[in-house]
């Protein structure tokens, strides 16, 4: 069952749209993963990720895609590599993870509300 929360908590939770401008086999990480620098414009600017989107999509074909991420999770360290963004997905019926993306383009940095 879901656990209702207030839409003050929901809020607190900074989703912004980012521009992939790198990605790369992130062969260092425990499960497959890419590592990813993900553009938010200039109020904000660039930020690293790691990913396991491995399945779905090859680095190739990220770069210039619009996704949505959380960006005020505190940095983690994963490997090599400090994570300051985390890039948001759904799992597949096999349990392998698609992005969330907008379905329009909407301005780097820009907010969901």
């Given at each position: ?106 301005p780097l940095g820009?907010?969901?509300?």
């Open positions: 069952m879901t656990t209702p929360i207030s839409w003050d908590d929901f809020a607190k939770v900074e989703l912004r749209v980012g521009c992939i401008v790198e990605a790369a086999p992130f062969p260092e990480a425990r499960k497959p993963a890419y590592k990813l620098m993900v553009d938010f414009g200039p109020g904000i600017g660039q930020k690293k990720s790691s990913a396991q989107i491995t399945h779905h999509y090859r680095p190739e074909d990220l770069v210039g895609r619009r996704v949505v991420a959380v960006l005020n999770f505190p940095p983690k360290q994963i490997g090599p590599i400090m994570s300051e963004c985390l890039v948001t997905g759904f799992h597949d019926e096999n349990g392998d993870v698609a992005l969330c993306v907008p379905d329009r383009d909407v820009a907010r969901l509300l």
